[in-house]
């Protein structure tokens, strides 16, 4: 897997795909990470954002997403090696109250770093639609990017 070096101008667009998805979407947050749960672009809808201001948590909520997707996409994989044919697209994780953290891994046709988008997800809310797109953008800008 090659190594590439994303640029500020990218993240920039990143965040924007990202702030699309998510108020869009009617998701919680969103974050945009390497393996190693460094983050590139980080997002937290407007109306969660003013709810969890004073308590300090949107910081806290999106390292708390950087830090979820690594390792259970990595157990994913190690699963696939003992099972075979098991092809994991998305991981998600479910609280009691119903809200989900899902994790999908972004790849590049050019064979350069994927990435992984988490997002946190209210109850009853669809939310493949709005990764979906924003996954094919990542891509495109990627694309841009490189090109």
């Known amino acids: 897997m090659r190594s590439r070096k994303y ?10 795909i990202l702030e699309e998805m998510v108020e869009g979407g009617g998701l919680i947050a969103a974050v945009l990470t390497d393996f190693q749960g460094l983050p590139f672009a980080a997002v937290l809808h407007s109306e ?25 996409i990595k157990i994913s994989a190690q ?10 697209d998305e991981v998600s994780l479910r609280t009691q109250e119903a809200f989900f953290m899902v994790s999908r891994v972004i ?27 924003a996954i094919r953008a990542i891509q495109r800008r990627g694309r841009e990017e490189i090109a």
């Open 107 to 133: 790849s590049f046709p050019d064979g350069g770093e994927p990435l992984i988008l988490t997002a946190l997800v209210p109850p009853r809310r669809a939310y493949r639609r709005a990764m979906n797109r």
């Open 48 to 72: 969660w954002q003013r709810r969890w201001e004073e308590a300090e948590l949107p910081q806290e909520i999106a390292d708390i997403l950087a830090a979820f997707a690594p390792p259970l």
């Open 7 to 16: 640029s500020r101008s990218l993240s920039r667009r990143w965040h924007e």
């Open 79 to 88: 699963l696939r090696n003992y099972v075979g044919t098991l092809h994991v």
